[in-house]
Nanobody, 119 residues
């Protein structure tokens, strides 16, 4: 079973930057897009950003000017560069990879990496 492994989380101060990385433990085929979600304490998981294998990127309005998602198709690695972090963005950040082939689809999820922003 392929797992997604995130890294790069940690404790930072308001205004600091972090770069998250995510890579699969094995080979994944038929990737359509890779992305990030986050879940703050007591809240539902929310969309952050994603990038397609064609290179089109999108992100939530709340992070659009500060976060950048990028990826490496060859090894299904996805990154999230986060600048000017705010305390309300303290959350567990999850990466996900969406695959689809012949009408079937599947989403891989990582275990999450904690990002804590102190004020």
């Amino acid at each position: 079973q392929v797992r997604l492994v995130e890294s790069g989380g940690g404790l930072v101060q308001t205004g600091d930057s972090l770069r998250l990385s995510c890579a699969p433990s094995g080979h994944i085929l038929h990737t359509k897009w890779m992305g990030w979600y986050r879940q703050a304490p007591g809240k539902q998981r929310e969309y952050v950003a994603h990038i397609t294998t064609g290179g089109s990127a999108n992100s939530a309005d709340s992070v659009k000017s500060r976060f950048t998602v990028s990826g490496e198709n060859a090894n299904n690695t996805v990154y999230l560069q986060m600048n000017n972090l705010q305390p309300e963005e303290t959350a567990v950040y999850y990466c996900t990879i969406h695959i689809a082939y012949l009408g079937e689809a599947h989403d891989y999820w990582g275990q999450g990496t904690q990002v804590t922003v102190s004020s």
